[in-house]
């Protein structure tokens, strides 16, 4: 029974990591209501296991080290695919081959466009503020599942990663993330629904389904694409 319960105990741990990552250590003490040293035995089993892996160190505000976090590895997400997912990728390459690819992106824009007709409400009732929208929408994907989260980026934001500034909406899980890998028309209706949600054309920048620990989407604010226009 204790090998049971540690087990379990286990793949909570990844679980967590897989809709929170990145995430330290503490933080993943306080969210799964267990101890450091528990947690930390769990990681290190973890990342022994291939199954996770170190980002870059975060600081923590005060002296000493900086705070490791962690996310899926390759390894990880695999893990945590079911074998429906194997299911409905083969029913997807049927219906590819059988019908064609143009049946594939009009099935994952129904899909998406699920969401988008339910979101699209919440978003209203924010009104038409860019970052009030991004934040009703990580509130409903976070509830849907997606471990969602923004922060502003950019030239005057808080990393620098762009010429523009703006709001990096991530994505931490991603239901479909296996079957995107080999078919993208799931991101890219995703990421079109996202654009007409919030107003503004958006950038997909990175994906789950290609590797990446977190499906990261730019979203650039109103101010600056008025300053844009202004300059031209």
């Avoid at 003490?29 to 947690?39: K, R, S």
Wanted: proline share 4%.
């Amino acid at each position: 029974m204790p090998q049971v319960l540690e087990s379990r105990t286990r793949d909570r741990v990844l679980q967590a990591i897989g809709e929170r990552g990145p995430i330290t250590c503490a933080a993943l003490a306080d969210e799964l209501g267990l101890t450091v040293p528990a947690v930390r035995r769990h990681l290190d089993n973890l990342t022994e296991s291939g199954l996770i892996a170190d980002r870059e160190a975060t600081t923590t505000g005060g002296r000493g080290r900086p705070a490791r976090s962690f996310v899926l590895s390759e390894g990880g997400h695999q893990a945590l695919e079911s074998d429906y997912d194997h299911l409905a990728t083969e029913a997807l390459r049927f219906l590819a081959t059988e019908v064609g690819p143009e049946a594939v992106r009009k099935f994952a824009e129904s899909r998406v466009g699920e969401l988008e007709t339910r979101y699209a409400g919440e978003l209203a009732a924010v009104g038409t503020d860019t970052a009030a929208r991004v934040e009703a929408l990580v509130a409903a994907l976070t509830r849907d599942g997606f471990a969602a989260s923004a922060r502003p980026v950019g030239e005057h934001g808080e990393a620098p990663l762009t010429a523009l500034s703006g709001i990096q909406l991530c994505q931490g899980h991603c239901p479909v993330q296996h079957a995107a890998r080999e078919f993208p028309q799931f991101c890219d209706a995703e990421t079109d629904a996202f654009s007409r949600l919030l107003g503004v054309h958006v950038q997909r920048l990175a994906t789950l389904a290609h590797g990446d620990h977190v499906c990261t989407t730019f979203v650039p604010t109103k101010s600056e694409m008025s300053t844009e226009r202004s300059s031209r």
